[in-house]
């Protein structure tokens, strides 16, 4: 499974951002999705997950306003991040496992097999 994000960049404080990854080298239509930043200094940290059946989840760093979606047939995962702030400056991660997603996505990057190169969010 191979994992490619885009859509990084720099933005002001209160602007909006959106990120996707595209997934290929396996059906992923079954797969837990999700988004994990990683600041300078900090641990990784998940922010979105996605089941296949559409149920997402997310962390209360995010919630409200960023919005995970998945298109199963194209395998494509994108993040909408809106009123950003600049605590959210991060490497955002695209990640996925077979499994369905755990109930919490603070923790959930050790849950995640595969994982994308990262694409860098800078907010100020």
């Known amino acids: 499974v191979q994992l490619v994000e885009s859509g990084g960049g720099s933005v002001q404080h209160g602007g909006s951002l959106v990120l996707a990854c595209v997934g290929s080298?396996?059906?992923?239509?079954?797969?837990?999705m999700g988004w994990v930043r990683e600041a300078p200094g900090k641990a990784r940290e998940g922010i979105a997950t996605i089941d296949s059946d559409g149920r997402a989840r997310y962390s209360e760093s995010v919630k409200g306003r960023f919005s995970v979606s998945r298109d199963a047939v194209k395998n494509i995962l994108h993040l909408q991040m809106n009123s950003l702030r600049i605590e959210d400056t991060a490497m955002y991660y695209c990640a996925a496992t077979p499994f369905v997603c755990p109930t919490s996505v603070r923790g959930v990057a050790s849950d995640f097999g595969y994982w994308g190169q990262g694409t860098q969010v800078t907010v100020s």
């Open positions: 080298g396996d059906d992923q239509r079954m797969y837990c």
